[in-house]
């Protein structure tokens, strides 16, 4: 027989799959010999055959009439019985917690004959009718459907006709009419009158919380949180105690811990003569445990050498649900307690400290969320001046505070004079990079989680907020508004990167402590910390834990830095190197001319003239950050993105053009760029003339920036430096494209070593960032002395969505509807990019042993890629120097 009950008494807390959390739980505390009142699991498998087949299985209603006898037997009543009946309560409870989102029915087993015993046998006549009276209140809302404000609204009147506030004024008479009309309302509502049978009573519950699973909010829930629709729920019936027997009765609920600073010592609150769902209504004033301490000592003294016993045995913060009856301590329920983030960190370290769990277990007890939640300096929610203009999609964290500007020149221009800038646009550009640098934070108006303003800005560990659709940006009248209120140029507002909120006005910004432990050391942060002790204590706890993190972990962390000053901050918090230089950004600004005539020129000589005034500038470039970076990996990438974008947009310039010739005064040079941007105009730019086939199509575009690396490198070296520069190839498809590129960076190198002297030995490898290339990594292994996953554009175009349209789009209907969990841009999709990965790690090595991998696409600053990426196998990640923190803690969890 399959088995769909099991008694408390039976299970324990490993067996969430079967009991839930909640069973699982109860039934362990039952185990530990705490006194939890008796009752039974129903279990999820019956709850999926119930769902499966829309029947309650026949084997369940045998199974819990057995387990119902057993329960009777235990506590000597029987459910219903006219004179001491046993009433039990029936509550939902899926292996991961759902809150409120299922039902709960208590007080089964009263009808109109056990009532009366249970008000003879309580000697509390208002008590009964009051239980009756909550029972067929609960039971209408989620057994039968019924709307519950039918019975609020009843309840309200008769404390009007009573001329009464609370309903703990009504006595037993109006409780016992009250009963009376709410079963009037049952049979009104649902057509059957309120059933008197208490087996009757239970199945029905039971059914019901089955039901419960698959409501539309449960089902957006867990869509929301990625819990599995097919779990199921448990049920827990469990015999009633009452927290509302008088003065010596009471429920409250606690914490081992806590639970929002992680300060030890318990912490909770207490309501006398009180139901459990009195204290979640706040009717009234709550005691702290000091004060429950006073007011029953004994009970007191049981409940913490419960939660004593249970933080011992769960190794772990832990909080309670318990009900206190006529002085009696029960304990209704347990979970290891959520927790904020500082709180996280501290009670790791603390429970190391008692013994009770190893740093390998600290590690593990916290998240490289948690630890971003710690970096990125807040809003002051106390602030109670904040005007919230909208809410969009949280880009990059932080909160910036700073007068609004509509364009990159306007930007910079105020920057310089030392005003702080938020830079709106519909969407940026490579264009807006100087705004961008000098803007305190973004806002854009389009575009999702990987348009260019979001991963600009990430990198620059700037604050982003993007997609904020109802943010109507008007860049001629230099403004922006939202419903009916516009925000002119110089206006001020805060956005804030981790939520996604933009206000209007200035909101008060508090610093984090962890930033400058993680920038300055702990020295520095405790002097900021001052005599603050939580703070103290949290900066200690994160120095333990992240100095453990890189003792454990496998995967190297280094940067996605372009420039010196990005490296810098990048190795102060800890990269180990840079693994992705992105050198396009290097061609923006005053060079934007120099590429121009690149790209106009008619003649291979008038190219190579144009390329010559380059070279100095990028030798620069990249000496600066090879100086940076001195004995680290310095990975350069060759230019990536179509030429079209270092030229003006194409129909600014046709209209400026036809204005010019409509005024007889056309720049001949307008003209020649406006063919070029003609000329050079793709339908799909992202799959068009970029990245190595750039370099291919090109003549002396990839040679300049590969004599740069090897002067700049030979140049550091002769200076007696260990620069350690890399050349990385991006959009490789097929191994040819790499032949060709490597002999000619191999032929640079031998004559920049032959002209200086420097011995030249700099890797050359490529980014995998198409699907052929992943597929045919084993050949191009032949020609790659190294690989690194470019995961944003392998994710373009594993899924052919496009990178810079698709999150505004219909990533929201996606995730919604269920196709999407989360966006594949943010967490590698494992199954299909996650696959391609896999197969060009084992490929590449196969070919070349020993082959280094990494990855650099913004997976490699997300925590559950990061775990992917250690299991297959990467020697590291690079992601935007403010992730690195996080990346080195995610790749120690991942390796433990
Ligand atoms: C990538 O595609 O993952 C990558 C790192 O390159 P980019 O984002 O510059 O296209
Ligand atoms: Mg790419």
Known sequence: MAKYVQDFAEGDKDQKDLLGGKGANLAEMTRLGLPVPPGFTITTTACRSYMQTGLVPAELRVEVTMALRRLEDAVGRQLGDPYDPLLVSVRSGAKFSMPGMMETVLNIGLNDASVK???????????????YRRLIQMFGKTVLDIDGDIFAAALDEKKGARGVVLDTELTADDLHELVDEFKGIILAESGQPFPQHPREQLDMAIVAVFDSWNTERARLYRRKERIPNDLGTAVNVCTMVFGNLGETSGTGVAFTRDPASGKPGQYGDYLVNAQGEDVVAGIRNTLSLADMKQVDPQSYADLM???RRLETHYRDLCDVEFTVERGKLWMLQTRVGKRTAPAAFRIACALVDEHLITMDEALVRVTGAQLSQLMFPRFDTTDSSRVLLTKAMAASPGAAVGAAVFDSVEAQRRAAAGEDVVLVRRETNPDDLGGMIASVGILTARGGKTSHAAVVARGMGRTCVVGAENVDVDPVAR????????????QVISIDGSTGEVFLGAVRVVPSPATTYLEHGLDAALTQADDDQDTRELVRAVDRILTHADHARRLRVEANADTAADAARARSLGAQGVGLCRTEHMFLGDRRVLIERVILAKTDAERQLALDALLPLQRADFAALLAEMDGLPTTIRLIDPPLHEFLP?????????????????LDPHDEELLAAVKRMHEANPMLGLRGVRLGLVIPGLFALQIRAICEAAAARLAAGGSPRPEIMVPLVGSVQELHLVRDEALRIMADVAAESGAELDI?????????RAALTAGRIADAAQFFSFGTNDLTQTTWGFSRDDVEGAFFAEYTENGVLAVSPFETIDTRGVGRLVSIAVAEGRAARPGMPMGVCGEHGGDPESIRFFHNVGLDYVSCSPFRVPVARLEAGRAAI
């Open 649 to 665: 947009d194409y129909t600014d310039l046709s209209v400026k053009v036809a204005l010019e010739k409509e005024r007889g005064a």
């Open 479 to 490: 403004a922006f508004t939202v419903g009916d209120i516009t925000v002119e140029e110089g």
């Open 117 to 131: 015993g249970l008000a003879a046998i309580s000697e509390d006549e208002r008590f009964a009718w009051d239980s």
């Open 763 to 771: 890797p050359v490898g490529c980014m995998i960032e198409l699907p």
């Open 305 to 307: 050498a419960a939660m």
